[in-house]
């Protein structure tokens, strides 16, 4: 009994060793078609002309007014890593997939403050939940670790979700608290995101409709970093 449960302990090992491998052989930034995207790759929308500054390879977000900063171009099939860091307790942001470009088209005719349909992965601090407790708010729709979901847009949650099965809900809390970075990886194939929190898989969803258009960041009222973003574009 003791060496089954050994050789259970020995397995257990290996295979949380194969997957922190699996994982870094899919984020291998020395494989081709990996390139940077920098200021020349996104244009602002709706956005006011200091809410998006780059400074020595990080953006910088004030978080004012509610906008997005998004790429020049749409995309379809992609792998895509940046680090983001919350400024201030309770940071609210996100990115969008796929943003469609009609919702884009209609905030920059408006030019007010606003957000784009598509698929988000969530970007909050961990003291996001803390704040909503404090002012007696429901806080069991959201967590602060990575949820992925639809906004105006058709999408399948993968695995643990929401209580209205709306959003894609983490398998583990990964994010690190505000003033720390934090990693993302995003793939994106075939009507299908998941997301990669600070090295493991987290949450994802299927069937997503469109499954093209723009990449886009947010600044939603507060103060926030990125750094490093890449991307690969796939077949």
Known sequence: MKLFFTLFSLAG?????????????????????WRALTEEDFTGVNSAEDTWVWRNGVLSCTGQPVSVLRTVKTYKNFEMVLEWRHNKPAGNSGMFVWATPESIAKLTESGKPGLPKGIEVQVLDNA???KMEKAGRNTE???????????????TPIGKTSPNGSRSFPREDRSKDHGNWNHYYIRAVNGEVRLWVNGR?????????PATGYLCLESEGSPIDFRNLHIRELP
């Open 201 to 209: 898989e987290v949450s994802g969803g299927t069937d997503c409709d």
């Open 141 to 155: 729709w959201f967590t602060t670790h990575g949820d992925v979901f639809p906004v105006g847009v058709r999408m």
């Open 128 to 130: 996001f939940r803390h």
């Open 13 to 33: 090992v290996f295979l949380t060793a194969y997957a922190e491998e699996q994982f870094r052989i899919a984020i291998d930034m020395n494989q081709p078609g």
